[in-house]
């Protein structure tokens, strides 16, 4: 229940950022964008977990640092993307 509650505070804060950050002529396109990366990501994340826990299954419980690893792949390449939006 508790993770509701973040999660929903995530989904506005994150929305009411975009807005700050393209301004009101593009808010539709960013929006559109801000949809399909939703989408690819509720994809790519669970096959990349997937993935790296199947091609890591010979490492017993270790796999599981591998697959957070591949996650933490998307959170970095995020920060960057954010950083070279941010100039």
Not at 49 to 73: D, I
């Amino acid at each position: 229940c508790l993770a509701g509650v973040a999660l929903g505070g995530t989904w506005v804060a994150s929305r009411v950022l975009l807005v700050e950050m393209v301004g009101p002529s593009r808010v539709g396109e960013a929006f559109g964008r801000f949809g399909l990366v939703s989408r690819l990501s509720a994809i790519l994340g669970p096959v990349v977990w997937g993935g790296s826990l199947w091609v890591g299954a010979p490492l017993g419980h270790l796999r599981y640092r591998l697959g957070m690893g591949a996650l933490l792949l998307f959170v970095l390449i995020g920060g960057w993307t954010y950083r070279r939006l941010n100039r």
